[in-house]
């Protein structure tokens, strides 16, 4: 069988989080970063017998050249300062630019100013929508004054050194998303507004607010021709994943007003990986990223690239690590990711369906030379 290399094809991760500012010093803390379950028993009791844990445990021994314990490669990668770690397995696997999606756990976090000071690679940032909506109710009194600070910080997005923005309103109220009037978006302010100022903070999680707030970017998106990425399908257990299939967003792909936004939908939308290559294989500025899948199916991932790429054009699937916290867990996203493409490709190669230049090619593609072109990213690391 033919065997597609793709290790000099540069990753461009447009989908990741900051690293933590505490790194785990036991093995019960290490483990915790090894599922995707917020639940304290899942993370202590179940994930010792994941095999992104086993499997993640022997191929860090073998990088880091320790036993294969969880013990011993806890050790060894303490043993070296975050920064030098973190660069060497960026330099391992590749990566050529992180865009970081600043809004999750930021307080544990490194800022991206500090990771800037700390990583030889380029970084990029993502502006979350309901994080900065939220804060901005807050701290305006009225919903006029809210929403004029809303459309100035996404118009002003770029120029604030954003490269897209992000949505995790499948989080919050479904994909589902409905054109909702304004008047109906000021009725609604009300009542959140109210338990902003009694609680000092705010969980947006209004439907009709969430929806108008949406679209109001996507306008601003649209005249801007400025890519969004939507969270769909898994993350832990605070989606309501029957809400969270991208199908649900057909009414926005259908109503012609974004055909100039790039919507780049995340996770492969795991379960539902061919409802969202589907969906990008029909609507021109629909985009699947294949990220969280990658990694934590681990063995399944072939299996779901071979899903994808029987009806998906190679120019609209974009790889990316969506890790968070630890490098290792950048390490193994782009490690195995990298891997079950060169294998998935040589099979179709082997299948007569892609010559070996094409299946190189589609390979650059997916790992980086898509988002380049989607998030108009055109610096050479
Ligand atoms: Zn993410």
């Known amino acids: 069988m033919p065997h597609i290399d793709l290790y000099d094809a540069p990753i461009i991760d447009h989908h990741a989080h900051a690293l933590a500012r505490v790194q785990p010093q036991t093995v019960a803390e290490y483990q915790t970063y090894f599922s995707e379950s917020p639940d304290p028993v899942i993370k202590a009791k179940f994930v010792p017998d994941t ?3 086993l499997w993640g445990i022997r191929e860090l021994a073998g990088y880091l050249g320790c036993d294969p314990t969880p013990e011993a490669v806890l050790a060894a990668r303490n043993a070296i300062p975050l920064p030098e770690l973190a660069n060497r397995m960026w330099r ?3 990566s050529a630019a992180l865009f970081i999606d600043y809004g999750f756990g930021a307080a544990l976090n490194y800022s991206v100013e500090e990771l800037r000071g700390m990583l030889a690679q380029p970084i990029e940032k993502l502006l979350r929508l309901e994080w900065f909506a939220q804060d901005l109710i807050v701290q305006h009194a009225t919903f006029r004054q809210f929403e004029e600070a809303y459309v100035a910080g996404v118009e002003g997005a770029r120029a604030s050194g954003h490269i897209g923005l992000k949505s995790i309103i499948a989080y919050r109220t479904g994909l589902d998303i409905q054109f909702v009037s304004r008047e109906e978006a000021m009725r609604a302010f009300g009542p959140v507004k109210d338990q902003a100022d009694r609680e000092g903070k705010l969980r947006l999680a209004d439907k009709t607010l969430c929806d ?5 970017a996507l306008e601003i998106a649209n005249r801007q021709a400025l890519p969004i990425q939507f969270h769909t399908g898994f993350g832990d257990t605070d989606v309501d994943l029957l809400r969270a299939n991208p199908l ?3 009414a926005l ?3 012609g007003r974004f055909n100039d936004v790039p919507f780049v939908l995340l996770h492969s939308a795991y379960p539902y990986a061919r409802e969202l290559g589907y969906l990008a294989a ?4 629909v985009y699947m990223d294949i990220s969280l899948a990658i990694p934590f199916i681990t063995t399944e991932i072939p299996r779901m690239m071979h899903e994808i790429f029987g009806l998906t054009p190679f120019t609209k699937v974009l790889y990316s690590s969506d890790a968070f916290s630890l490098p290792e867990i950048f390490w193994l996203a782009n ?3 990298r891997a079950a493409l060169e294998k998935v490709l040589s099979e179709i190669v082997d299948a007569g369906a892609l010559t070996v230049e094409q299946a190189r090619r589609a390979g650059r593609q997916v790992l980086g030379d898509n988002a380049r ?5 055109d610096r050479t690391p």
């Open 51 to 53: 095999i992104m844990w």
């Open 92 to 94: 391992d696997q590749n």
């Open 212 to 216: 108008y707030l949406v679209v109001r």
């Open 248 to 250: 649900n967003m057909r």
């Open 253 to 255: 792909l259908q109503s």
């Open 282 to 285: 029909m609507y021109p500025n």
């Open 335 to 337: 490690r195995w990711g």
């Open 373 to 377: 072109r989607v998030y108009g990213f």
